[in-house]
């Protein structure tokens, strides 16, 4: 989907014009794919909009910096405050929000440690991230996910996303909308993009972070709603064959949301349509964000925003 630009991004403390937000050829992040960013999404309300889980997203884009030693300088208060002030400057609503660090130009060689690190914020509207309307068609893909003793999964760092793209493009080439991966052991891991949720006999099963899956925020979210609706929740390691045997399955994060899963492999997920427990998962997550239901679990920051646009 081509990126529709907006008026400002922030970068460094300051509102910066979007045209004026270049970096040079020789920054590090060109070279060695030395960054680690968030995405975040923005909800219209009723009565105006708000951004979802702002805090979480924030503490772990600092997580991140710190796991591949990048200080950014900016405690989660005024990571926080950023990005309200570029999304209530921009105007732009619902949208989603890319928060960005990255070793900048300095020093050529893979030790990053004396180049200088540069954080953007930009917004922009940005509609269905998983094609399809009917459920997703995707397929186990040949490429694993990282190992854990290669790449930190825990870190949502650019470079881990070239694995992505291999089993994004591999799926698309092959019919498919998305790839799953499977990790060093032959387990379920995630989507290129998402985690993976599956439901069996009224449980609800999701791999754990051992199996290289990423923390993810909109995971968590669906795991605290399961929990609060009674749903049983089982985090373990999953065989590849479940997927093909089991009654219900799912995509989350923050650009797929809640996306359930028609087939894998050609084979159906139960008879392909979104079944009752994801349904239920899905109308509970979707009423909190555009306030349809109360925000029990503090979830929502209000930002004002004085015309919100449909996407």
Request: net charge negative; proline share 6%.
């Amino acid at each position: 989907m081509p990126i529709e630009s907006t008026k400002n991004i922030w970068h460094n403390g300051q509102l910066i014009p979007w045209e004026k937000a270049n970096i040079h050829v020789m920054s590090h992040v060109v070279h060695y794919g030395s960054s680690v960013f968030e995405g975040i999404r923005c909800y219209t309300q009723p009565n105006g909009a708000s951004i979802f889980r702002l805090p979480e997203h924030m503490q772990r884009l600092i997580h991140s910096a710190k796991i591949y030693r990048m200080p950014l300088g900016y405690t989660v208060e005024q990571l926080n405050a950023a990005v309200i002030g570029v999304v209530e400057a921009n105007g732009v609503a619902p949208c989603y929000v890319r928060p960005v660090a990255f070793r900048g130009y300095g020093e050529i060689g893979v030790n990053p440690l004396r180049s200088p690190v540069e954080v953007y914020i930009a917004n922009f509207p940005w509609g269905k991230y998983v094609p399809g309307n009917d459920g997703a068609d995707v397929c186990i893909s040949s490429w694993n996910r990282l190992a854990p003793n290669t790449m930190p999964s825990l870190a949502k760092a650019g470079a881990n996303y070239m694995n992505s793209q291999l089993i994004r493009m591999e799926a698309e080439v092959n019919g498919y909308v998305e790839g799953i991966a499977l990790d060093v052991n032959g387990y379920l891991s995630e989507g290129s993009g998402e985690n993976l949720f599956i439901i069996r006999g009224g449980t609800l099963y999701t791999s754990p972070l051992a199996n290289s899956v990423l923390n993810g925020i909109t995971r968590d979210s669906i795991l605290t709603l399961a929990r609060h609706m009674g749903i049983p929740v089982v985090e373990q390691a999953l065989p590849r064959e479940l997927l093909y045997i089991c009654d219900e399955a799912f995509f989350t994060g923050t650009a797929a949301e809640v996306t359930h899963l028609r087939s894998v492999d050609r084979i159906l997920v139960g008879d392909g349509s979104m079944g009752p427990i994801t349904s239920a998962l899905h109308k509970a997550f979707f009423d909190i964000v555009n306030g349809l239901a109360e925000d029990h679990f503090n979830w929502l920051t209000p930002v004002t925003v004085r015309e919100p646009v449909a996407v």
